[in-house]
């Protein structure tokens, strides 16, 4: 139906421009430890910031979105990550970026609880999956992020302009999209009257949110150390340090684009399972790799395994959740950063003291234990009822 469609397309909006922004600023980590002079150890300390604030805002999120829907939250909260990214280039000096990076840490951890709300809910509505499809086009803004960083580099521009000339866009398609998203009697199936204490169950979300924090401790890897792996350990030149992130998220990107098909015919476990052993096997050549060649072979086989990990979580939470609340999302998010604040610190430490080829064995050990929980996944896919609100039109 044409809301069904509306709704898919602002999710999509949503999605891409959060990848956009992610990619921007996480791109660019290489160019702002120099600039700022930092050592591996205040740069690891730096980067603790945006998953620690991300996660008090996931958590502000699910209160949020429970109550007046994620559509409200995301109206305000994305304007404000991006906004927080062009700050992060304008930076000059460590206390005012480590201010932007709040700002942006509050803002990533709202949005990213909000679309994957947005996303469930219209999943919901065509009663099939297609939250890898959002995921899809976040990692291609992802790639299109990293893309303008390496061609930036290339041509000397500062910081703050290459932000901010990303940010733009991505305020106006926000801002644009957001009035066509899931309004909250659309998204939720039952109203917060009807479920005033509303109980989702630790045990079946458990092995979801450490698959969750394994895959996110991988990604933190990449995208907090790539370029600096590719600038440290490789010594390779500066327009080749965005393509560790780059090459990630374009075969990710490839990857998601078929997987929502793939689930509907092997299954979210099987899926997951193949995804977390071709993630590891991808660890294995970043940590061999003699150089940039096999380095990027590396990230992008690592992209393949973990990008069915992260649209497979959200969805066996939205599935745990027939009231459409956004608890289960926004618990399972919140163990996003807790994978972010665990791998950056490790990896980081890691990398200080062993330098970081040898950084990237923890993510390979964690990106294997995904395929144990794994079988955490096999929930079935609720179909809804001929009475249930979701799949009405229009509020």
């Not at 996931?58 to 829907?69: D, F, L, T």
């Amino acid at each position: 139906m044409p809301r069904d469609r509306q709704a898919r397309i602002a999710t999509f909006a949503v999605f891409f421009v959060q990848g956009l922004a992610f990619s921007t600023l996480l791109t660019q980590v290489a160019a702002l430890q120099r600039r700022h002079g930092l050592s591996e150890g205040e740069l690891t300390l730096l980067l603790l910031v945006v998953p620690v604030i991300a996660g008090v805002g996931s958590v502000v999120a699910g209160q949020v979105a429970a109550r007046w829907g994620s559509r409200f939250m995301i109206l305000y909260v994305q304007p404000l990550a991006c906004v927080a990214v062009a700050l992060t280039g304008w930076a000059a000096n460590v206390p005012f970026l480590v201010a932007a990076l709040v700002l942006f840490g509050l803002g990533l951890g709202g949005v990213d609880a909000g679309m994957n709300m947005q996303g469930t809910a219209v999943e919901r509505r065509y009663a099939r999956p297609v939250m890898t499809g959002f995921h899809a086009l976040w990692s291609l803004a992802a790639v299109i992020g990293a893309a303008w960083a390496s061609n930036a580099a290339g041509q000397g521009l500062d910081l703050g302009p290459v932000f901010t000339i990303a940010m733009v866009p991505a305020v106006i398609i926000s801002l644009a999209a957001n009035r066509w998203l899931c309004g909250p009697a659309e998204e939720h199936v039952e109203s917060v009257a009807q479920t005033p204490r509303v109980k989702v169950p630790w045990g079946p979300i458990l092995p979801l949110c450490l698959a969750m924090a394994f895959l996110y401790v991988g990604d933190a890897s990449v995208s907090n150390f790539g370029s600096v792996y590719f600038d440290q350990a490789l010594r390779a030149e500066a327009w080749l340090a965005p393509w560790a992130l780059g090459a990630y998220q374009a075969a990710t990107f490839v990857v998601r684009v078929g997987g929502d098909a793939a689930v509907r015919r092997f299954g979210p476990a099987t899926i997951v399972r193949v995804g977390g052993a071709v993630a590891a096997l991808g660890f294995l050549l970043i940590v061999l790799a003699p150089g940039e060649v096999t380095a990027i072979a590396g990230f992008a086989l690592t992209g393949v395994g973990l990008s069915v990990v992260a649209p497979q979580s959200f969805s066996a939470a939205g599935r745990l959740d027939p009231a459409g609340t956004g608890v289960a999302i926004a618990r399972v998010n919140m163990f996003n950063y807790v994978g972010f604040i665990v791998g950056a610190a490790l990896v980081g430490g890691i990398g200080d003291a062993a330098g970081f080829q040898a950084a990237f064995v923890a993510p390979l050990i964690l990106a294997a234990g995904i395929v144990v929980l794994a079988r955490g996944f096999a929930s079935p896919v609720r179909r809804p009822r001929a009475d249930d609100p979701a799949i009405g039109r229009t509020p």
